[in-house]
């Protein structure tokens, strides 16, 4: 069975159960969205009843595990050939990272999320109102940090070191070619990668509902449209045109230009922030916050709210869990888009940068963001929560920013900044999406993508329409249960392709002079020897010398070790004693 197809076909054995599952998903929520908003709810409760202390964990592990692998012996393999050089500066690269993890989800959750923890607290944490707003920044940062770029490294290294240092097929099989040896290439290869796709497609199709909950309460602020569920379609239907033209029109350069255009206006609104907001009580923040994070980084990182009851467990359903399904569907696209531009960085270079640049960007942003949103609320001259006390997660980034000189203006310029999102995210998603259901065609047939463009798109209609949020929420949950199995094979293969290699650099080190060791260092035991004999043989040369690279070459004497029998060739017995 072949495991990559021509540009004029799919994987059949991928694509077609893929596209099944996924299709018999929309076709029964769009049918029935009354009877899948409650199964949805039952299958949510079942599992985070079950696995959340799971979740937890193995999210944990995934923060060891990256930051071992990094920081290890295997730190300096090369994600490439060995004389291959970086493919972008080290700005860029920066650059390129921070694209792939500034998304719609930081727009959605970057004032509602802390605002939420301050006046809804995680069940069991008590306090001054100081105290919650700096618990409140310390969980939103657990969410968006180092986990969530640990769990893309365990995907992007192991498909960086496939592609790059052994030349493989872009799709996610290859990363586990170490471990399963060439079934990689059959069956346990094709459900793989079946696993990939869907968890991909409902992890972009997660963040495009997300995309849209928000723009429609954008539209609402300003009066131009209801945030209901006609609004919601509609803005999907509009914005998947703009995704299929860019794709049927092939405009790379386009999307490129659209990206660039996403990171000036994110920088831009957190400069403005700065700028119009509380300067020095955000600057002081995002200092003490970073600071509270690290210290309790261990206890937040296994907290599963175990003597909170079912309070606990539905917090923990709809914030911790829910992040960790979400970052895990989401690895196979971030980890192929990362793994890609990393080639000819070394691992450890890679799990730094990786997991440091995108966190630390991250954390400011929910510092500038969240912290001005909390600024208002401790002064008590705004309040931001609605009249039941809770906060509104789709419009709670407006009402911020319309208690801000020109909030209007800047209102309109985040519906834009989303919207990109919206397009860059749907069209890449598509890419990555119809490069492994080809078995990793990287420049996949147009209809490939059309299909997974609007596939997406309409997996987010019956998603918003089977219960909005929360079927966002327990879609993510549920399809990371199959991949996490596939992401811990992940860490095994890895460990067995890194100890391989390491083993066979040792190997040809040792050979280089393993055979003649025993006369430079008087390591012989068969006999007793004088203590003259510890001194280095007249055939040896010190470390550098013309010989001696010619005896590294030939991995042993510099003449006789080739077979030279001439009477000028050296030798231990033939050679003149030159120290004396």
């Known amino acids: 069975m072949p495991t990559t197809s021509t540009r004029s076909a799919v994987n059949r054995w991928v694509f077609w159960p893929a596209a099944s599952i996924i299709v018999a998903f929309v076709a029964f929520t769009l049918i029935a969205p009354g009877t899948a908003e409650a199964v949805f709810g039952a299958i949510q409760s079942s599992i985070v009843n079950a696995f959340n202390w799971y979740y937890v964990l193995i999210a944990a592990f995934f923060v060891i595990f990256s930051l071992w692998l990094g920081f290890s012996r295997f730190g300096d393999i090369k994600l490439g050939r060995d004389d291959d050089e970086p493919e972008f500066s080290l700005m860029s690269w920066f650059s390129l990272l921070f694209a792939a993890g500034m998304g719609i989800g930081l727009v959605f959750y970057g004032v509602s999320e802390p605002l939420s923890h301050f006046v809804d607290p995680r069940p069991g944490v008590v306090g001054t109102e100081a105290q919650l707003a700096q618990q409140a920044l310390s969980q939103t940062y657990l969410h968006w940090g180092v986990h969530a770029w640990s769990i893309y490294v365990v995907v992007g290294v192991a498909l960086a070191y496939a592609i790059h240092r052994r030349r493989r097929p872009i799709s996610i099989r290859w990363t586990l070619e170490p471990l399963l040896g060439s079934r990689v290439r059959g069956g346990w290869g094709n459900v793989i990668d079946i696993v990939a796709l869907v968890g991909t497609l409902f992890g972009v199709a997660t963040s495009l509902g997300l995309g849209v909950l928000q723009i429609s309460s954008g539209l609402s602020t300003a009066g131009i449209a209801d945030p ?74 296994f907290t599963v709210n175990a003597f909170t009851g079912a309070e606990g467990e539905a917090w ?28 000819g960085r070394t691992v450890r270079q890679f799990v730094a940068g990786v997991i440091l640049v995108p966190t630390l960007i991250g954390i400011l942003w929910f510092a500038v963001l969240g912290g001005s949103a909390l600024a208002m609320q401790l002064s008590g001259d705004v309040d931001l929560t609605g009249p039941d006390g809770t906060v509104d997660l789709q419009a709670a980034l407006f009402e911020m920013l319309a208690n801000v000189p020109g909030g209007t203006l800047v209102s309109i310029g985040v519906i834009v900044l989303i919207g990109i999102f919206f397009i860059t995210s749907a069209d890449s998603g598509a890419l990555v999406m119809s490069m ?32 909005g949020l929360d079927a966002l929420q327990t879609a993510a949950i549920i399809i990371a249960l199959p991949f996490s199995i596939v992401m811990l094979l992940m860490c095994w293969s890895t460990v067995i392709a890194f100890t391989r290699e390491r083993r066979a650099y040792d190997r040809a080190r040792r050979d280089q002079f393993i055979d003649r060791i025993g006369e430079i260092y008087g390591l012989e035991v068969e006999e007793p020897i004088e203590r003259g004999a510890l001194r280095p043989p007249a055939w040896w040369k010190p470390r550098g010398s013309a010989a001696n690279r010619s005896a590294s070459r030939g991995f042993g004497r510099p003449t006789a070790a080739r077979g030279d029998d001439s009477p000028d060739a050296a030798s231990p017995e033939s050679a003149p004693d030159t120290d004396e």
């Open 228 to 301: 209901d569920i006609t609004t919601q379609i509609v803005i999907i239907v509009v914005i998947t045109g703009f995704v299929l033209f860019s794709v049927l029109s092939g405009i790379g350069r386009g999307m490129k230009w659209l990206s660039n255009i996403n990171l000036v206006l994110a920088g831009l609104l957190v400069i403005y922030l700065l700028s119009v907001g509380p300067t020095l009580f955000l600057l002081r923040e995002f200092v003490q916050s970073l600071g509270n994070y690290i210290q309790n980084f261990i206890g937040l990182s």
């Open 316 to 343: 923990q359903a709809s914030w911790t869990s829910f992040y960790w399904g979400w970052w895990i569907s989401w690895a196979p696209f971030v980890g192929i888009f990362i793994a890609r531009i990393s080639k």
């Open 436 to 467: 492994i259901a080809t078995g990793g065609d990287p420049e996949p047939k147009r209809w490939a993508r059309i299909f997974f463009t609007v596939i997406t798109s309409a997996l987010a209609i019956a998603l918003l329409l089977a219960g």
